[in-house]
């Protein structure tokens, strides 16, 4: 794994991240979720699942989950994160990469693949995982791929006023021209985020597709909410998080707007013979 990498996670913020600022992206990932995985009970890897934020609540909902992360930390909170719901526990959580995963062919109803993709810069390296995700899929099975936007960091310097920090606008500009993230000062600016690929909406599907899945879905997480400062206030209130979801809903695969969502999520079925 990149040094860089391995250092921003070894921080720990992933465990909490998705609680504070980042809860308009859990909350819309858990609603696509819940649309296209298969029911319950069903076999769930989860690759690249952190400290089991998604994986947790899965199991919760009756899904056999197994999670796997390249970060020893992340894998002992989710192994905590298990531990701590007995009567709803983790099939397993392991180190892994998503390049060569540590499971058996056709062994899963569908892979989770929600952070990988984010930190493989050669394309090379993202078919692979892919094609990893398609070798231990059944049949029919589904994907999750999730990818950051091209314009995520635009959107985050605008709002978080990162635009105005001294050397910014040089690494957005980059990720705009070539979708390749790169922090050059990690330790002096860790909420600048760590080495990534940004992907057009167009380069995911394609990527998906290439792996010999058909594309089922390509939908904007956060979509519209983006567009909030603090999308708090309204996830706290039953009425105006309705509504909220329900705006986002409505144009969440409006190609127009797909790129301005700072995640997205393609959703992807094996066929029942791949190249």
């Known amino acids: 794994m990149d040094r860089d990498i391995a250092a921003h996670y070894e921080l720990g913020h992933e465990a909490d991240r998705l609680d504070t600022w980042g809860r308009l992206e859990r909350e819309r990932t858990l609603e696509l979720l819940e649309r296209h995985l298969p029911p319950a009970p069903a076999d769930v890897l989860d690759v690249g699942g952190g400290p089991g934020a998604y994986a947790v609540r899965l199991a919760r909902a009756g899904y056999a989950v197994r999670l796997v992360d390249p970060v020893e930390l992340h894998v ?23 390049r060569e995963l540590p499971a058996g062919d056709a062994s899963f109803d569908a892979v989770l693949l929600l952070g990988p993709l984010y930190h493989l810069q050669e394309a090379a390296d993202r078919m ?19 990818a950051i936007s091209r314009f995520a960091s635009t959107i985050d310097g605008l709002l978080r006023a990162r635009l105005t920090e001294p050397g910014f606008e040089a690494v957005l500009e980059r990720g705009v021209r070539d979708g390749r993230h790169v922090n050059p ?3 002096g600016h860790p909420h600048w985020f ?29 979509g519209v909410g983006a567009f909030l400062a603090d999308a708090s206030p309204w996830l706290d209130d039953p009425v105006r998080r309705e509504l909220l979801m329900r705006a986002i809903r409505r144009v969440e695969a409006e190609p127009a707007l797909l790129g301005a969502s700072p995640h997205l999520l393609a959703v992807g079925r094996a066929r029942a013979n791949l190249d």
């Open 76 to 98: 002992e909170q989710a192994r905590a994160a298990s531990a701590a719901q007995p009567d709803a526990p983790l099939a397993g959580a392991e180190t892994g990469d998503a």
């Open 185 to 187: 000062d990690p330790v």
């Open 194 to 222: 760590t080495t990534a690929f940004l992907h057009r909406p167009e380069e995911l599907a394609g990527e998906v597709r290439a792996a010999g899945f058909e594309l089922d879905a390509l939908l904007a997480i956060e």
């Open 128 to 146: 692979r995982a892919l094609r990893e995700a398609a070798r231990v899929l059944r049949p029919g099975g589904v994907v999750a791929v999730a």
